[in-house]
């Protein structure tokens, strides 16, 4: 949101005045429309009334808006509307098109922490600063140089990367994958993307988890896709109910996120995924393996993923940098077919034309170094640390009053409320009080769910907002 | 293409069995379906036909494959046909879709550029490595810091970005824009992409110049919209056709490229913007303004953009580092409505949650720093001399057979050739000679035009790259 510049040279009610017309010579605000009131502005803009008084005043004088007392202040229609002048209809085209708007409360949570940045963030599905390896980029970057090259690079990803992931997916994941066979994208959100852009029409089924970070994106809606569900219990899907599903709405494709799903935190049992990959088998339908989380597990050995016993390539395998390294680069990568990764790169060149390269390769010499494998465990350690913190204070806090599985990777914590409190008065109170996290019905689950990412935050506010939520769910019981 | 490694461990044949065992695992080769000759696979893999055969004998031994005398060699269906098992018909995924496959043209000038490194190359629309300002960015990444946070950031783009582009805006291109104004995307391809996607709905009719980068671009078809033609001749677009348009189709929306149009260069006159914007102002049309090359004008004052003159807040304003500095860091900017920014905001966050904040600090770095101004001083510089080598060897080769109106500025030059030679005909004898370029059809032209992106090129390789697109044309002519 714009405020004036207090140490500016130009006056505040100039800084005002400026800012007004340009946001009326943009069409914001068109000609004939009504301003907000002086007061309203003075609070926006956190100056006096008299200040934005005087901005009215400068910008009446140069007839750009005009007030009538008793009736507000408007924007001229003399100087804007001058007859054959029209500004076009931008809220008609805000509206138009096939994307559908993020969900209310998704908007409402990135209001919220743009509004109060001291809010307790256990919304925010990423890791904390200090868990990314910033020391070791930091060290890599000077030790690199990255402008050799700086053209248009290979849409389907900088070679060297690929080269690396087919590596870091042999030792890791136990995935055997060939360079021309993944494609680097921005993050796993945009694979997730063009699956469903590129590969899937309008009107076509598929099947997602119940609850699932799937329907947190209305990108699936956006593609026209109609959408089943796979019911998740403490063991994840069923498969069974794939065949069900099948058979009864010919289902195209399956998305699944087998370890530490978003957002429950369960791990797909190895006895449902052999059940699971013979019934695909069977019915020669593609599964997207959708697996940013399987390398955070705690303790013991991962998890491997279901693709590395995928022996029929029925599997579309997704990985991603966000919740292992950082965010912030955007790196992600899918293993396909070579015949899906040529279609996905030709569509996104049409797109994005392709990542910047040097994100790329820091990707690659830090998948190569040896900092990867001691930043993982340490990542490991310090997530369980967390997770134990979250799990202390919600029973100090609020037993009796929950019911949870703790997970035993991943960055977030599923829980239910017992009490029946209303997901939108729940999230309302709990920023008043100065935390903030996703309710469970954006994963489509029922209300009454709550997930708290625990990886953000500062161990020292794991405690303090739990405690801030305790006392939100008193206060709504009350 | 892949190819076996000739100095690995594993012998030449071991490697072509692993990998026909892996593409036929991928479902690339589906149970029963006939593989391709021995002979066809030595050629591909550049081995003697005794090595596929061994590798044949092995993947046989596997029961992987079946070879029966007479009807060539086939996947086995016992092993991965039996019954239950099937692949995804991946064939019919990579077809489907809404979105539609780039251009013939386009997909075999990419694939010629890979399969021959050493053709001189007028195609690739972009600086050579020499014109990109690398040593800068190089000394500017040795002297900063980029690790301090590496987290989800704002999908509008990096802030101080945003920052240095209201700057860079005000500065070089006269547009008064504010932070919350601009939208930072992947090039102006993203641009492009947004709005075609986000702000337009199938069937809405749009105009487009003719000929136009836009046709290059199946995004618009992808998107459903019907385009409407505005022709161009050696100063731009009649504005008056845009009037008609809009009676006739009710156009919703109108792409101009008005300084230094790709393919044609052309500017558009400065009597004609004024008509331009009267006409558009009186049927409240809005119109994007993507202007990627106005700064890199050989000569003189660069050519302000359309949105410097747009009181009514009726243009979309697309700018990119590609062509000023550097294709590879994949950095575009729109200037909109704050309503408009908002909703394209909204919905990049599903498609790739916003670009890599790396090469967003080191644009915003470059823009700010004093390598900037002189930068683009030499680069301007250097474009003229190239530019006076083409026509020279132009001229020279091909004196009497050629038409065109050199440009002023920008990367490309457009050229009409006298003799009637089809466009793929040439193309593919371009090619043999060692020389590749972009057919006007492309750009929705008539058969018979060429654009020359002559900035792409080393100086010597101009004359030489010339010399061989005239032998084509000499060869064809006989
Ligand atoms: C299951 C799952 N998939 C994909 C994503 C997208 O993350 P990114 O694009 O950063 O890899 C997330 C992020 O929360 C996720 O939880
Ligand atoms: C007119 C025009 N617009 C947009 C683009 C896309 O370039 P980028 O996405 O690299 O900015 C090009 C590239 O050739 C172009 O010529």
């Keep these: 949101m714009w405020k004036p510049e207090r140490n500016s040279k130009k006056a505040l009610y100039e800084q005002i005045a400026d800012h007004l017309e340009q946001r009326i010579s943009y069409g914001e605000f068109p000609p004939g429309s009504l301003l907000p009131s002086e007061r309203k502005l003075a609070e926006q803009f956190e100056v006096n009334r008299s200040t934005v008084i005087s901005a009215f005043a400068e910008l009446r004088s140069l007839g750009i808006i005009e007030s009538r007392t008793g009736s507000g202040t408007r924007v001229s229609t003399s100087k804007w509307g001058a007859t054959p002048k029209h500004t076009p209809n931008w809220s008609r085209f805000a509206e138009g098109g096939n994307f559908l708007p993020n969900l209310p409360f998704l908007r409402r949570i990135r209001e919220a922490l743009g509004q109060d940045p001291s809010l307790i963030d256990f919304a925010s599905g990423e890791l904390s600063g200090d868990l990314a390896p910033t020391d ?5 970057m000077s030790r690199n140089a990255y402008t050799s090259y700086l053209g248009y690079d290979n849409p389907q990803g900088f070679t060297p990367l690929r080269e690396a992931l087919v590596q870091y997916l042999s030792n890791y994941r136990r995935i055997q994958a060939t360079e021309s066979s993944i494609l680097i994208t921005s993050g796993s959100q945009q ?15 598929v099947a997602i988890e119940d609850p ?4 947190s994106l209305p990108m699936f809606q956006s593609a ?3 959408l089943f569900r796979l019911p998740v219990d403490n063991h994840g899907i069923q498969p069974e109910d794939i065949r069900v599903l099948y058979k009864k709405h010919r289902i195209k494709m399956v998305f699944l996120n087998p370890n530490y799903q978003n957002p429950t935190g369960t791990v797909l ?4 995924r052999k059940r699971l990959l013979d019934i695909i088998c069977e019915l020669g ?6 697996d940013p989380y399987s390398l955070t597990s705690y303790e013991g050995v991962p998890p491997l993923p279901l693709k590395s016993m995928d022996t029929t390539g029925s599997i579309l395998y997704i990985g991603s940098f966000s919740k292992i390294a950082a965010s912030g680069l955007r790196i992600g990568w899918m293993v396909a077919p070579r015949s899906i990764v040529e279609r996905l790169t030709d569509a996104r060149q049409q797109m994005d034309f392709g990542l910047s390269i040097i994100p790329q390769q820091i990707a690659a010499q830090f998948l190569q170094s040896s900092y990867f494998g001691p930043h993982l465990e340490s990542l490991r350690i310090q997530l369980q640390f967390k997770r134990d913190l979250l799990i202390e204070s919600l029973e100090k806090e609020l037993s009796g009053l929950i019911e949870y599985a703790a997970p035993e990777g991943g960055l ?12 939108a008065k729940l999230l309302e109170e709990s920023i008043k009080q100065g935390i903030i996290f996703v309710p469970g019905s954006v994963y489509g689950s029922d209300s009454g769910y709550v997930r708290f990412t625990f990886a953000r935050s500062k161990p020292e506010d794991i405690e303090l907002g739990i405690a801030k939520f305790a006392k939100a769910i008193r206060r709504l019981m009350e």
Tied chains: 1, 2.
Excluded: M, N
């Design 212 to 215: 699932s970070y799937c329907y």
């Design 191 to 205: 694979s997730l993307f063009l699956i469903t852009q590129c590969l899937l029409s309008p009107g076509d089924a």
């Design 224 to 226: 026209g896709l109609r």
């Design 136 to 140: 070791e980029i930091a060290a890599l």
């Design 269 to 272: 049992s190895v006895e449902r």
């Design 285 to 290: 339908l593609p599964v997207v393996e959708d």
């Design 412 to 423: 977030h914590f599923w829980c239910k409320l017992i009490p029946d409190i209303p997901d």
